[in-house]
């Protein structure tokens, strides 16, 4: 049966094989699990790399930068007001200390939703592997949490020349038996290619979006068989999947990873590591060598010989066999151990900024930002872009179709944090304080206190911090005037006082004048 989604995926697969191809030996030098050799089962055998630098430098790259653009228990996002729509908001009855109110809760409740659902598993799993292969697809569920991550071998795609997606094609295995039922009678069932007779072999599906017209249209094909309401018409922002890429190339529809810039070094280490692996293996055999004519012990007598034994002859007729080879090994090590310092720098594997624990220090994910943004600052700028915005826009989507959270008001949009701008929430309270410090002391009497709203500051503050439910820790203003007034009403009472003590004891002294006549 003629399939459009198969011929599409046929189509576009001659484009991606060079790179599939590429990332398969970028697989073979780190973790050969992640992109396998075409045709090998899962679970079989590998054979995996002599040097290990390579893994352990792929691992450390991918958990940086999880920690780094998904910092633990911080926004790494924030909403944002133009200039022009904070003027006209402010004009409102609402104000805008109303709409950073509104901003912070929803902002919070994005936060949370992130954290507790566990997303950090599948986003360092698609940072693993755009670090390796250049390139990843995202499938983000419009009504559920489950991140889906398919590899470069499970998909492909299509871009024009400004790198902009056209088309996107997954295809999957699947048992027909985990077919709805009414899928499964539409399957053919003749034998041909595809169909559930016979074996009941798995069948494949497909998966397409193509953008037309501004608009992204995708369906569904079993075997293919069109699947019954797997058509969907979305906007670019509501696309559900995010063709994640390394480094992209002017004109290449797939990215280039970060292992690719390294292969040559990697290569090189993995041969002199072989080298000197087997080299020490061979020089550490003990190896005894006995004269033919030898006038005493043979060699099979010397071979019986226990450890410690005493026997007799001359020195020349018995030798250890040695390789000689010290310092060949000498230059091998050297050249690899400057090798192996080269690929740390690459894959940061000397910085010690992060301590090995469950929480750590804002100021830690600060030197960690710093690190990555001076290493990589192209591919943040990149992931900023085809990574996190994607990432807050679904989590809005979802939580707003829940009834978690209001629609944006207008005028706001969604800033993603990278690098440094990570804990810019922070850098917020540290310009209030430095502000604040400023304007005092140019005006030592407290002049400058006057011009100062206590309660918007002390609200700015905590929402800088990203503090949750702050309404619940600052006092209404009904509970203020009414502290207000019952202090008040005490300096009345203690200024009041001394005058009714006056007046109490001028009245005792009148009365014990009146008993005494």
């Known amino acids: 049966m003629t399939s459009k989604a198969a011929g599409l995926y046929t189509r576009l697969e001659s484009f991606r094989e060079p790179f599939l191809e590429l990332a398969r030996e970028a697989a073979r030098l780190t973790i050969p699990s992640l992109m396998r050799e075409s045709g090998a089962a899962a679970g079989g055998h590998l054979d995996l790399p002599v040097q290990t630098l390579g893994a352990e430098g792929l691992n450390n790259l991918a958990s940086k930068l999880t920690l780094g653009l998904f910092p633990p228990g911080q926004a790494f996002f924030r909403f944002t007001v133009s200039p022009s729509d ?3 908001l402010g004009q409102t009855e609402t104000g805008m200390e109303e709409v950073q109110q509104i901003l912070g809760l929803i902002e919070r409740e994005v936060t949370a939703a992130f954290e507790t659902e566990n997303s950090r598993d599948q986003l360092h799993e698609a940072l693993l592997h755009t670090a390796l292969t250049g390139n990843g697809l995202l499938y ?24 902009n997606l056209l088309t996107v094609v997954t295809k999957e295995s699947v048992d027909p038996d985990t077919l709805p039922a009414e899928m499964r009678d539409l399957l053919p069932k003749d034998g041909t290619e595809g169909s559930t007779g016979g074996a009941n072999r798995p069948v494949d599906l497909y998966t397409v979006y193509e953008l037309k017209d501004g608009m992204w249209y995708g369906f569904q094909e079993v075997a293919g068989v069109p699947v019954p309401g797997s058509d969907g018409k979305y906007t670019k922002d509501e696309l559900p999947f995010l063709a994640l890429r390394w480094s992209p190339v002017a004109k290449e529809y797939y990215g280039r990873g970060h292992i690719e810039l390294h292969m040559g070094a990697l290569r090189s280490l993995d ?13 550490a055999r003990t190896l005894l060598g006995v004269n033919p004519n030898a006038v005493g012990f043979s060699a099979t007598d010397m071979a019986r010989l226990p450890n410690g034994a005493v026997f007799t002859g001359r020195e020349e007729d018995y030798w250890f066999l040695r390789t000689d080879k010290a310092q060949d090994f000498a230059v091998a090590a050297s050249t690899a151990e400057r090798l192996e310092r080269s690929l740390s720098r690459a894959f ?33 700028a990149l992931l900023r872009a085809e990574f996190q915005l994607p990432i807050v826009r679904w989590l809005l989507r979802r939580l707003k179709a829940e009834g978690r959270v209001q629609a944006l008001p207008d005028g706001v949009e969604i800033t993603v944090l990278t690098g440094l701008e990570a804990l810019g929430r922070g850098q917020e309270a540290e310009k209030l304080r430095l502000a604040a410090e400023v304007a005092q002391s140019m005006f030592p009497n407290g002049e400058a206190l006057q011009y100062f709203d206590s309660a918007v500051m002390v609200r700015r503050i905590f929402d800088s911090f990203g503090v949750p439910n702050v309404d619940a820790l600052l006092k209404s203003e009904e509970e203020l005037a009414q ?35």
């Open 271 to 283: 041969s002199l590591t072989n080298s000197i692996v087997k080299g020490s293996a061979a020089a």
């Open 140 to 163: 983000l569920p419009p009504k559920s949490k489950d991140l889906e991550f398919f590899r470069l071998d499970q998909y492909v795609v299509e871009r024009d020349p400004s790198g």
């Open 348 to 380: 940061l594997l000397n910085s010690s900024v992060q301590r090995n624990a469950e929480r750590v220090t804002a100021t830690e994910i600060r030197l960690l930002a710093q690190e990555l943004e001076s290493a990589l600052g192209g591919v943040f």
């Open 483 to 517: 502290e207000a007034a019952e202090a008040r009403a005490q300096a009345l009472v203690t200024e009041g006082a001394p005058a009714l003590n006056q007046v109490a004891q001028a009245a005792a002294a009148l009365q014990q004048q009146q008993a005494a006549q």
């Open 86 to 88: 904070e003027i006209a």
